[in-house]
């Protein structure tokens, strides 16, 4: 089952999307700039391979919600994120606020 969720933060609108699968669930909080993201993420590949891309996206690791993700330390983020001020160990809803 996926959901997508309105979220508010400081005056704007992102979306939450979580995806339920057998054992496990994604979460994702995005901006139209970037998104933070579970454990499911691999920053070494969007730095590696995607590089070219410039995405900008974080990673926190042991969430199970959505509230979760935003209330947890990023465990690591994009080459591209670090340029926007994102950097491991920022809680994922200032990660967001500086991607808006």
Same mark, same amino acid.
């Given at each position: 089952?996926?959901?997508?969720?309105p979220i508010e933060i400081e005056g704007h609108t992102v979306m939450g999307?979580?995806?339920k699968l057998p054992k496990t669930t994604l979460l994702a909080i995005y901006t139209t700039r970037g998104y933070i993201m579970c454990g499911?993420? @691999?920053?070494g590949l969007l730095n590696q391979k995607l590089g @070219?891309?410039?995405?900008?996206? &974080?990673?926190?690791? &042991?969430?199970?919600?959505?509230? @979760?993700?935003?209330e947890a330390p990023l465990e690591s983020v994009t080459v591209e994120a670090e340029k926007w001020g994102v950097h491991p160990g920022l809680k994922g809803k200032d990660a967001i606020i500086r991607m808006l």
């Amino acid at each position: 089952m996926v959901t997508l969720l309105p979220i508010e933060i400081e005056g704007h609108t992102v979306m939450g999307v979580e995806v339920k699968l057998p054992k496990t669930t994604l979460l994702a909080i995005y901006t139209t700039r970037g998104y933070i993201m579970c454990g499911a993420l @691999d920053v070494g590949l969007l730095n590696q391979k995607l590089g @070219d891309r410039q995405i900008i996206a &974080g990673r926190a690791v &042991g969430v199970r919600t959505l509230e @979760d993700l935003l209330e947890a330390p990023l465990e690591s983020v994009t080459v591209e994120a670090e340029k926007w001020g994102v950097h491991p160990g920022l809680k994922g809803k200032d990660a967001i606020i500086r991607m808006l």
